[in-house]
């Protein structure tokens, strides 16, 4: 044993003995009242990788805070999540989601995926920093040349105007699914009550997508749409949901938006449904042949809403997959 594991050894043992006499009550009243005020900011949420030749850049709207996950799943039990959260030491509690657009510099385009709630606080006051997050990650937002849409939800689509009716990407073309776009513009779903989430869902749709129509683009499956990005039709999470598939040198990134909510439990079980599909059954057929495809081919891909930054790979486990994150990187390497 080294002098320095001895002398570590020996103060866990005074630590320890003082914890159990009381000795440290003390120390408990100095930290509630530290010289130091505790710091309120976290480090700021962007995070740079290269992908082939483009530079990618994820930043944070920051996290979804969504109470309890039992009640979002069909065909599972309330013990079975907990179940599955308490195996992969999650919280049963306070569900959360984080959102992570991603911005990719191709050297011609900047391009953008997916833009956060905007001013939005129905799922609490943690979201809406995209602006702030590209501020710090040195992005100005007349820069983004393209917004490509996953989808019409809230949590995709809320944050391309400005509430005062101002663009907050003045000059990006808007790129969406026909066919989402028509089914989350549609005035005749304002007056649906079931779904509860259907009239505030098409409401903002049409604030965020309608003042857009002259800068839209529809784009359809198998198109590459703009250089080395190609649309592949996933319907069910909504009905013209898209997955884009970003290729550079050889390399390809799957931009997978809502193919899967979860790390664990929409990996683990991918059949399990997610109850704010548009067709859960569709939604869980899509995400098993997609991420299977994932799996088969070593694709990586970046999850919407997985736990931050949320890169990663996936790989078949039993009937379902396991998600493996991709160790984030100090530095940025300048290799394009
Ligand atoms: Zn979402």
Redesign the pocket.
Known sequence: MTAISMSRRQAVLATTAAISSGAFSGLRVRTADAKVPRATEQAPCYYRFNHGKIQATVVSDGPLRLGDPSAGFLGTSREEIAKMLTDNFLPLTNFM?EQNVLVLNTGDKMVLFDTGMGSSTIFGPSTGKLLSTLKAASIDPKDIDAVVLTHG?H??CWGIMADDGGHHFPNAQIYISKADFDFWTDAAKLGMTDPPYMKMTVAGARKHLLPNRDRMVFIKDGEEFLPGIQAMFTPGHTVGHMVFMVTSDGKTLAVI??LT?HQVLLMHKPRLQFVNDTDPKQGADTRVRVLDMLATNRIPLLG??FPWPGIGHVAKLGEGFQYFPTPMEMLVYQNA
Do not use: A, K, M, R
């Open positions: 989601l939800h949590d995709h938006g809502d909510h919407y809403h």
